[in-house]
């Protein structure tokens, strides 16, 4: 008998079902929506964040001085969370004396890549360098390309009066390499300090082969949470391995250190936060907007109920007066309002789909795939929007008095 | 004969207005008592005290055996649907369920719905041939005979009926009268009808006229 007080109510009064229906549909679709995007933003908005630089740097470990070795470097495209690493530099640091048209001067002398194309076997071709790493710099000039081309700070530049196109002579341990400045790099930073060389020559020069000072390394994470920042080494089994299974900085650093040996691997904190805070952020201004968009679906239906209460008050006092009580009444109006929700999620779920489609097309020129769990999600946002908007019409509904309402 | 209404001081305020005033009044098993008054007499407001639709502000009202006031809201609903039938003047049908569905709703808050049962009851008021079509497809007269279908269709032991033939012509009004004395006749159910009408009032048992809400005359129609 519900179910055809039901059927009855739906086919002999589609106006207000429609509307309610409509309102359920927005409000999910939008919440679909909202969801299906935010893991495509996050991810997008963590690769626009990769320009702030590297967000790991890996050192020597106490004790082995200048033991990073270049032959480990292709390790870091290889541990469990190589796909999140966008991009690595190594380098190498000696003072040496730098000669110049304009004065001879004693400074920093980095070996890097610039933008290496690295090879391991197994995995797709990836190119590696400063490029990569610090995308920031403003570079007047261009990269070195070949051996005996280098790039040159804004601040040593301007001290030994160079210019794309000068030759600066550096000198260590008796031996000379002969570089031609190609670039001048403003970073606002040490950097503007350093002339930056192609990596072989600089560890032929320091008498260095295969060592390294440092590799900055450049990976995609997820914000850092309370269970992120517990002390691995006081972790369970199953603590530990859930830690080491999230993309946490320190996690992701962590496979880095264990790839790379003699090495000791810590995030740069103020890049990493910044991130973690940027991107908590932003996912919060989605659930946000996620409620916000609920929460007016919540509305609507409420209104279009309250509406609909009003001219269905005889109906309820007629019920009530045939002996339904405030149990009975409510499982009609609730199993109305689940059968408009469930319909609303479906329909709900089928246009925030396409939403996100759109959006991820507009915005982020991507396609964008709805996981499967947004479909449950959809139902319950639905199922949530309906029973919210329908709390304050049922309460009037049972609050009607049959006496008052079919008098006369 | 056991009384199935007794009621001592009854009364019923709005704020300072009086709907009824101390009323006294016993209604035995399987009789037939009108209710007759002006408008505002108080007619109405005692129906719905014995319906359980209201609460007395003063004395006590018993409707076989049950104190009426010491209800709960749900209680007087549970009271509402095994113990009563009403039938109203303006009918009071879902539009958009079939007559058959209408009587079929009552049986559904009373307890399982039966089809072939409501069919029965649509069929003894004669409306056999009228069970799909909704109340908008019938005349005021088929309407009323639903609504008597639906008041009957639980077995109650009392029949309330607000003017229920006050939006009749005469001809109806006799069909639904007639309809009403053969149904009490077989299954010995009690009414109260409120009318304005002297002639409707002739087909009952007793009359009472109430006036501002006090009884103010009775006469016996036939015994009981």
Known sequence: MLIRILKSSFLKRPKPVLLVLLSIVMGSAVATAFLGISGELSHKMALELRSYGANIVLEPAAGEAGALKSDDLPKIKTIFWKHNIVGFAPYLFGQVDFASAAGRQRA?????WFGRPLQVPGEPDSIQGVKVTAPWWELDGRWPETPDEAVIGAALAKRLKLA?????VATAAGKERRFRIVGVAS????EEEQLFAPLAEVQALLNKPGQLSRVLVSALTVPMDDFGRKDPSRMTREEYEKWYCTAYVTSVAKGVEEAMSGSRAKPIWQIASAEGALLKKLESLMLLLTGLALFSAACAVSSSLMAAMAK???EIALMKTMGADRLQIAAIFLGETLVISVIGGLFGYLAGDRLAVVISRTVFNSTVTSPLWLFPTAI????VVALAGSAAPLKRALAIEPVRVLKG | MAAIIETSGLTRSYGDICALKPLDLCVPEGEWLTVMGHSGSGKSTLLNLLGGLDRPTGGSIQVRGTDLASLSEDGL???????????FQQHHLIPYLTALENVMMSQYFHSVPDEAEARHALERVGLGHRLKNRPGELSGGEQQRVCIARAIINSPRLLLGDEPTGNLDHKSTTMVMELLRELRDEDRFSIVMVTHNQEVAAWGDRTIHMDDGCLVREERIKAC
């Open chain 1, 108 to 112: 920093v002398l980095a070996g890097t």
């Open chain 1, 164 to 168: 794309p196109g000068s030759d600066i």
């Open chain 1, 187 to 190: 970073t606002g930073g040490f």
């Open chain 1, 312 to 314: 269905r008050s005889p």
């Open chain 1, 380 to 383: 319950g946002a639905a199922l």
């Open chain 2, 77 to 87: 609903a549970r009271f509402r649907r095994d113990c009563v039938g009403i039938i």
